[in-house]
T-cell receptor
Framework: QKEVEQDPGPLSVPEGAIVSLNCTYS??????FMWYRQYSRKGPELLMY????GNKEDGRFTAQVDKSSKYISLFIRDSQPSDSATYLC????????????FGTGTRLTVIP | DAGVIQSPRHEVTEMGQEVTLRCKPI?????LFWYRQTMMRGLELLIY????????DSGMPEDRFSAKMPNASFSTLKIQPSEPRDSAVYFC????????????FGNGTRLTVT
């Protein structure tokens, strides 16, 4: 079983839709949770960063962590064509090596 | 801030040839990471350095892979000899610290080995 599981998609939605992207994980030691956005032919860039359980909002983006279910989500409101990218979840334990475990990414296309 | 700079952007080579990928991290960052990305396996950590010293190379697939960081502003990843299964996008990333500092990625080197 992989440490982090993510549905690869692809996911296509019309402009303005609410998008929900999800990851599950198996290691209960994970404490820091991140979402990276990767545009085609570019490196991943950090989008959202949360510590432990709860919600974090930044503009149209909301990151949600449910540690009891080992489940994290990224919600995108009023999706735009510029949101079309691959979204990767990532997580790391509070202690241990500098090993950031990535999901394989979900490819999102927002259709104008 | 120019970000993490990688070169070349694309590399096409024949099986058996030596390949050298280069990375310039963000100035002041203490950590440097080399990742490989494929469709099947996603992002895989190959090796990381702290203050120019290799800390964990357990992700390096074989002895054909080697990485160096001779100074704080430069790192190389070398594959010798290269094989078709090495074809992937190789990313370099740097950060100030570890788990509570974000990784800043370069735009990668797309390697094709024929």
């Amino acid at each position: 079983q992989k440490e982090v599981e993510q549905d690869p998609g692809p996911l296509s939605v019309p402009e303005g839709a609410i998008v929900s992207l999800n990851c599950t994980y198996s290691n209960s030691a994970f404490q820091y949770f991140m979402w990276y956005r990767q545009y085609s032919r570019k490196g991943p860039e950090l989008l959202m960063y949360t510590y432990s359980s709860g919600n974090k909002e930044d503009g149209r983006f909301t990151a949600q962590v449910d540690k009891s279910s080992k489940y994290i989500s990224l919600f995108i409101r009023d999706s735009q064509p510029s949101d079309s990218a691959t979204y990767l979840c990532a997580m790391i334990a509070q202690t241990g090596a500098n090993n950031l475990f990535f999901g394989t990414g979900t490819r999102l296309t927002v259709i104008p | 801030d120019a970000g993490v700079i990688q070169s070349p952007r694309h590399e096409v080579t024949e099986m058996g040839q030596e390949v050298t990928l280069r990375c310039k991290p963000i100035s002041g960052h203490d950590y440097l990471f080399w990742y490989r990305q494929t469709m099947m396996r996603g992002l895989e950590l190959l090796i990381y350095f702290n203050n120019n010293v290799p800390i964990d190379d357990s992700g390096m697939p074989e002895d054909r892979f080697s990485a160096k960081m001779p100074n704080a502003s430069f790192s190389t990843l070398k594959i010798q000899p290269s094989e078709p299964r090495d074809s992937a996008v190789y990313f370099c990333a740097s950060s100030l610290r570890t788990h509570n500092s974000p990784l800043h990625f370069g735009n990668g080197t797309r390697l094709t080995v024929t």
